[in-house]
């Protein structure tokens, strides 16, 4: 007979059911959405990185990432396992009978895997706290390649190279350093409470000798690290901010790093007596001195050098603190590029009719189109395409005629929210690209007061990238892509190749689109273009790097590129200041804290194929040599810069802004610090864009506390300051030979607490020509019979204020929805010995159809010499009635358009055009006339007749002159 046990058993059977299928199922689609996501956007990152043949970046970073991790795990992970393996070496032989319940429920649990969890816990805990490190590859670049700057800082002596790129790595690794001891000194405590070291009786817990001379020493650590810290502390002081000026002031210098110096012999005394405790078992000393360090801290590091402030510097300030108000002024000049600026004296005059006449050039340059109020005209006129809109007007310069003039360029970008298809084919196979850039003078409008608009020629107009896109495309797809002029394959080659099915499954993946895989359209051949935005794209090839927030698009060699101005910044020159509040353009790339800024890169993006290319324009930039050093060949030589492109930077405008509102102050000596009034100049004050308000206007900036600064120094308003502007300027010396340069110039007023002060002190250009590029020169406005000429503000003012001007805005300037005046630039024009300023008259005219709400047309132009205004339809009209006897013709209006336009004009009907027979002859009649021709060509735009559109709008406008003719005459 079989004995039971040897009996076969009825295992049961697994049995799998469909809930269980549909839990695994989830399970493995959640893995793959989260880790397979992951690894899938690596990949595409990498592909991305790999077809511009930029692998050294991305490795790069990788590899700087990977080093940071593998030190910083190590650290933690040999110092907390250490500390562990001695904590088990100097447990007790036997274990306490009356430990916590605690540590035996832990026993109980655990058991002999007690170790092991200890263990895995500090390697887990190590990940956890060198993942924070991995975000600080720049510094750690930065200081594994580290130049010298070849100024030592007035106080300590040090390179300023040192401040850049080696101390912010070093103050980081103390502070990471001294929370890694402190949760190693938690950890090791927890485990001579479970080895038994520490037994919680009453009253107090009783510590085993070996367990305190353990936690002495990581205490003893910690105190030599805090000193480490506090003589770091030290150079950190001259970015001091409590002082009147950034940097170590008197009271920095003579009573904050005395206290550190003393604080750091208290953490040293107080290592050594915590190391004594090994000796004495006694906490009594190193907790004394403990508390010694704590009182001292405060009083060393707050109270004293509060006091001394109050009681020594304040009542002396002036002099107490010249010297550092000297090495202030000294680095922030040199930090901020201010040291080589030209200075010039100019005298302004009365002028004549003959003396204009005989230098009429420079009204020749006088802008009439402004590139913040033609956005709207230029759309309307050049991109009012469906899929395509002219989002910015950039200023340039280009030959035209024979003649280099100054322009407005703007592209026609990929406008995917105006596209008709919105289907996936629509938005990404279809819909790739936008078509060409177009320009016209800026000098200069057509007779029907439009701008002659110019299309630039280009070989490839079709624009791949540029900085409103985003999202990806794919272009040499089945699907037909939208055409420029002509039918067009994609011809660039950086692009991702969509070749196999692994990378369209990485890419469907990390997108979450499905349609990227399952799409039929997508051949081998086809490229995936992916981070088209001009910005996003330099951000990921280059972080490091602070960007303009204004790429300009130059036509060279048949295509169209891309122009991006980077910086490198930093917020370390000791005893710079920083920029501060400076006005600027949003998104600058910009920081508040930087007090160093040079524009060592200019970035050219090709908008046909993506490729990018840093060329160097500052090669003797510390911070850029550092990086290139990291990236060896990111980088690419400024004579290696094509010519054309060249001939087309401009000098940045945040850049600029800048250095005008530091250099307003920092002009001065600093013995003349204190007075201000009388020597100090503020950027001049802007006039209004519109009537409404002929006097500045405030921003809404932040509410900050006041600054030691602010209570020490007389300050202006935050009055919205004048907007720098480019130009075609005469930047030569007297006596010679005139020479045209195209820079950007912005004027200053004398220093006044309350703006009050409105003359013209100065005015300041910098250079954008081949040859002089980045020469600043300021000219300063001598006094004529005691007297400055007046600035821009009180220009305005002035001009809006008389008469003629003042009734022509009330006639334009309509209520409930009428047309509104604007203004253009106020421009600064100096003539023989004399100065006229001019400025553009604008009418917003609303539209009630489509996405622009109004259009600005170019209607007069505002010329002032002196007290006299006059509003004329021509700069050559304006300058013949400022001054009679003036025969010259500046040129700015033409007959007929250089370029056949959309726009059709009012003709008579025996050269072909409207019939004009018939028309009535009373004003009020034709005002009635024109109001029901404006209708209708609302009706026309409403449903997308432009043509209709425009010959309605111009023959309105037509009636609107015989109108006004009429009532000027009556």
Same mark, same amino acid.
């Given at each position: 007979m079989r004995r039971s046990q040897d009996l076969p058993v009825d295992r049961p059977r697994r049995r799998f059911t469909g809930r269980g299928i549909l839990i695994a199922l989830g399970g493995l689609f959640m893995f793959v959405l989260i880790f397979g996501r992951a690894i899938a956007r690596f990949y595409v990152d990498y592909l991305w990185h790999d077809a511009l043949d930029r692998g050294d970046v991305f490795w790069g970073v990788i590899g700087a990432k990977f080093a940071l991790f593998a030190m910083f795990f190590l650290f933690f992970a040999v110092l907390a396992c250490v500390n562990l393996f001695i904590a088990d070496r100097l447990a007790p032989t036997s274990f306490p009978a009356n430990v916590h319940p605690y540590v035996e429920r832990f026993h109980e649990v655990f058991g002999k895997r007690l170790r092991l969890v200890r263990y895995i816990s500090a390697l887990i805990l190590a990940v956890l706290i060198a993942l924070p490190a991995v975000a600080q590859w720049q510094l750690w670049l930065l200081f594994r390649n580290s130049k010298s700057f070849g100024t030592p800082d007035p106080q300590f002596g040090a390179d300023v190279g040192f401040y850049v790129f080696q101390l912010p790595f070093l103050t980081f690794l103390l502070d990471w350093m001294f929370v890694a001891v402190v949760l190693v000194l938690l950890f090791t405590a927890a485990a001579h409470i479970l !080895?038994? /070291?520490?037994?919680?009786? +009453?009253? &107090?817990? *009783?510590?085993? $000798?070996? %367990? #305190?001379?353990?936690?002495?020493v990581l205490l003893a650590i910690l105190a030599v690290l805090k000193a480490g810290d506090y003589w770091l502390d030290r150079y950190e002081l001259t970015n001091s901010t409590r002082g009147i000026v950034d940097g170590a002031t008197y009271s920095v210098v003579n009573a904050q790093i005395p206290a550190i110096m003393l604080l750091i012999l208290i953490a040293v005394l107080t290592a050594g007596l915590y190391l004594s405790v090994i000796k004495t078992n006694s906490w009594r000393l190193p907790l004394l001195a403990s508390a010694l360090w704590l009182v001292v801290s405060i009083v060393g590091g707050v109270i004293y050098p509060a006091i001394v402030q109050s @009681?020594?510097?304040?009542p002396n300030q002036e002099t107490r603190e010249a010297p550092f108000i000297g090495r202030n002024v000294d680095a922030t000049r040199e930090a901020l590029g201010l040291t080589n600026v030209d200075i010039r004296e100019v005298q302004f005059g009365a002028l004549t009719a003959a003396e204009v006449e005989a230098d009429i050039d420079p009204l020749t340059n006088v802008r009439l189109l402004s590139p913040a109020e033609m956005e709207t005209r230029?759309?309307?006129?050049?991109?009012?395409?469906?899929?395509?809109?002219?989002?910015?007007?950039? =200023?340039?310069?280009?030959?035209?005629? /024979? #003649?280099?003039?100054? =322009?407005? =360029?703007?592209?026609?970008?990929?406008? @995917?929210?105006?596209?008709? !298809?919105?289907?996936?084919?629509?938005?990404? @196979?279809? $819909? %790739?690209?936008?078509?060409?850039? *177009?320009? &016209?003078?800026? +000098? #200069?409008?057509? +007779? $029907?007061?439009?701008?002659?608009?110019? %299309?630039?020629? @280009?070989?490839?107009?079709?624009?791949?990238? +540029?900085?409103?896109?985003?999202?990806?495309?794919?272009? !040499?797809?089945?699907?037909?892509?939208?055409?420029?002029?002509?039918?067009?394959?994609?011809?660039?080659?950086?692009g991702v190749a969509m070749n196999s099915f692994t990378r369209r499954a990485a890419f469907a993946l990390a997108f979450l689109d499905y349609n990227v895989v399952g799409s039929g359209a997508i051949q081998a051949d086809s490229q995936m273009l992916w981070v088209r935005n001009v910005i996003d794209r330099l951000n990921k090839l280059a972080p490091f790097l602070s960007y303009d927030a204004d790429p300009y698009p130059v036509a060279v060699d048949g295509k169209a590129v891309w122009v991006v101005d980077g910086y490198t910044t930093s917020s370390r020159f000791p005893y710079a200041q920083s920029i501060g509040a400076v006005q600027r353009s949003p998104q600058s790339g910009l920081s508040n804290s930087d007090n160093y800024v040079r524009n060592s890169v200019k970035v050219v993006v090709d908008a046909y194929t993506g490729d990018v290319t840093f060329y160097i324009v500052d090669d003797v930039d510390p911070i850029l040599k550092a990086w290139q050093s990291a990236f060896p060949d990111l980088f690419t030589p400024g004579d290696e810069m094509p010519q054309v492109i060249r001939e087309h930077l401009r000098y940045p405008e945040d850049l600029f802004r800048i250095q005008t509102d530091v250099y307003s102050k920092y002009r001065l000596d600093p013995a003349l610090f204190f007075q201000r009034d009388g020597n100090a100049w503020s950027v001049a004050q802007a006039p209004s864009a519109t009537p409404a308000n002929n006097t500045r206007t405030t921003t809404d900036a932040a509410t900050e506390a006041p600054s030691a600064a602010a209570n020490t120094f007389a300050t202006e308003s935050n009055a919205e300051r004048f907007t720098p502007y480019y130009t075609v300027f005469d930047t030569s010396k007297p006596g010679e030979e005139r020479k045209e340069e195209f820079v950007i110039l912005r004027p200053f007023v004398p220093f006044s607490t309350g703006d009050t002060r409105t003359q013209l002190q100065a005015y300041m250009t910098a250079s954008s020509d081949p040859d002089t590029y980045g020469q600043l020169t300021t000219y300063v406005v001598q006094e004529r019979n005691g007297q400055l000429p007046d600035g821009p503000l009180r220009v305005a003012g002035n001009a809006e204020s008389q008469s003629e001007i003042s009734d022509r805005i009330t006639l334009d300037n309509q209520d409930a929805g009428g047309t509104k005046v604007r203004f253009g630039d106020l421009q600064l024009v100096p003539v023989g010995d004399g100065l006229i300023w001019v400025r553009p008259y604008y009418v917003a005219v609303p539209q009630e159809t489509g996405t622009v709400r109004s259009v600005s047309e170019f209607r007069f132009v505002i010329v002032s010499n002196g007290n006299n205004s006059v509003l004329a339809s021509t700069i050559t009209e304006g300058v013949r009635r400022l001054f009679p006897g003036f025969e010259g013709d500046v040129g700015d209006v033409l007959g007929v358009p250089t370029e056949p336009s959309d726009v059709v004009p009012v003709v008579p009907v025996e050269d072909g055009g409207i019939d004009v027979s018939g028309l009535p002859v009373d004003a009020a009649e034709l005002l009635t006339l024109a109001d029901s021709l404006f209708d209708e060509a609302d009706d026309a735009l409403a449903i997308g007749d432009l043509g209709g559109y425009q010959a309605k709008v111009e023959e309105a406008r037509a009636r609107l002159a015989d109108a006004l003719a009429i009532l000027e005459a009556g």
């Open positions: !080895n038994g /070291g520490v037994v919680f009786v +009453s009253p &107090a817990p *009783v510590i085993r $000798n070996a %367990t #305190k001379a353990h936690v002495a @009681l020594v510097v304040d230029f759309l309307v006129d050049e991109g009012q395409v469906a899929g395509l809109s002219i989002e910015d007007l950039d =200023v340039d310069r280009y030959e035209l005629d /024979g #003649k280099v003039e100054e =322009v407005l =360029v703007a592209a026609r970008e990929l406008d @995917l929210g105006g596209v008709t !298809n919105r289907s996936w084919q629509g938005i990404h @196979l279809i $819909n %790739t690209r936008g078509c060409g850039l *177009v320009a &016209a003078p800026t +000098s #200069k409008v057509q +007779s $029907n007061q439009r701008p002659d608009y110019r %299309t630039l020629e @280009l070989d490839r107009p079709e624009l791949y990238f +540029s900085p409103t896109l985003s999202g990806y495309g794919i272009a !040499n797809t089945a699907s037909s892509e939208r055409e420029c002029d002509e039918p067009h394959k994609y011809e660039g080659k950086l």
